[in-house]
């Protein structure tokens, strides 16, 4: 019976020494060198990593997610936290869905590629698309810019708003096609992230003025401090001169 009990207080005492010492805990020296948590630079950023939920294209948390924090290049950090400086002069924040993402994670989108059989989130992420095209199509790719940990998935919200939790949608475009629509009280730029469809391409004609003036605001907030934009998806920048233009990384998001 005293051996039961010294062993409770033992794991309860190791318990509290966790705490006071903050070893339970990841610190910014558990990344590789150059890599910093975003919140550890800017903490007023917004951070909802959707690949760490089942809030995503592959209806589950992804490979290599194993915390909801954004990590990132130092570099890709402190130019971020001069665009939200920016932004927030002009009344808006910024919200990240997602920055470094391991190489792991991308394995999984290309074996989710290949799984016709499971097509649980199509309506609300690919409706218009076979899954099997999604790496030719440009809306992923098998070696990703976020890998190298300078790219991040970002849009805007206004300044005295909140994020809440995703509600379900749909809303005609301009050509009359019906698309879904994932509102988490962001600003609306026409197509929610991560819907692969040609209204999420910058400068789509297919949507009106006013969200082709909120892509731009972000777009223009982004390539004034160096990032560059991707063609295809109005969410997604990556630093330009970014510190590892050549190496993908695969450690966790832990």
């Known amino acids: 019976m005293r051996s039961v009990f010294s062993k409770y207080l033992i794991r309860n005492f190791l318990g509290v020494l966790l705490l006071i010492t903050g070893c339970g805990h990841q610190s910014v020296n558990d990344l590789p060198e150059g890599f910093v948590y975003l919140t550890d630079v800017d903490p007023s950023i917004i951070e909802h990593s959707r690949y760490a939920t089942n809030e995503n294209f592959l209806n589950k948390p992804v490979e290599g997610y194993q ?19 920016d932004l927030k002069l002009q009344g808006f924040k910024l919200v990240v869905y997602d920055g470094y993402r391991p190489q792991r994670a991308v394995n999984e989108f290309m074996s989710w590629s290949k799984d016709i059989n499971d097509q649980a989130a199509k309506p609300y992420y690919y409706p218009t698309i076979d899954k099997r095209n999604v790496f030719k199509l440009g809306y992923v790719c098998e070696k990703s810019s976020h890998s190298r940990g300078s790219t991040f998935d970002l849009t805007l919200i206004k300044i005295n708003e909140t994020l809440k939790p995703i509600s379900y949608s749909t809303k005609a475009i301009k050509k009359g096609e019906i698309i879904p629509i994932l509102d988490d009280n962001t600003v609306d730029m026409g197509s929610s992230f991560d819907l692969f469809h040609e209204v999420s391409h910058h400068d789509s004609p297919l949507v009106n003025s006013e969200q082709t003036k909120m892509r731009n605001l972000l777009r223009n907030s982004m390539k004034n401090h160096g990032f560059k934009d991707y063609q295809e998806e109005w969410w997604h920048y990556t630093l330009g001169n970014e510190p590892y233009p050549n190496t993908y990384f695969d450690f966790p998001v832990n």
């Not at 990132?72 to 402190?78: D, L």
């Open 67 to 85: 915390n909801k924090r954004v990590i990132c290049t130092k570099e890709a950090a402190n130019k971020l936290k001069l665009v939200h400086a």
